[in-house]
């Protein structure tokens, strides 16, 4: 069975960007997460970064067709 969630490690590594980069994704709250436990570790639920991904193609999508790409 697939987690429900992934640490900011594992965000990292799927969208091959930095942790400075993920943790910006999750404080700016464009890609929604919660902290967890005592030490407040952010989880990312799946669903809402596949969430993610799905809009970073619309937007690129509107920019290509925009002529801005």
């Given at each position: 069975?697939?987690?429900?969630?992934?640490?900011?490690?594992?965000?990292?590594?799927?969208?091959?960007?930095?942790?400075?980069?993920?943790?910006?994704?999750?404080?700016?709250?464009?890609?929604?997460?919660?902290?967890?436990?005592?030490?407040?570790?952010?989880?990312?639920?799946?669903?809402?970064?596949e969430e993610?991904?799905?809009?970073?193609?619309d937007r690129?999508?509107?920019?290509?067709?925009?002529?801005?790409?």
């Amino acid at each position: 069975m697939a987690s429900r969630f992934l640490s900011l490690a594992e965000v990292q590594e799927i969208l091959s960007i930095s942790a400075a980069q993920a943790y910006s994704l999750v404080r700016s709250g464009e890609l929604p997460a919660i902290q967890v436990g005592p030490k407040k570790v952010w989880r990312v639920e799946t669903v809402k970064l596949e969430e993610y991904i799905a809009r970073q193609y619309d937007r690129t999508r509107a920019r290509i067709d925009a002529g801005d790409l």
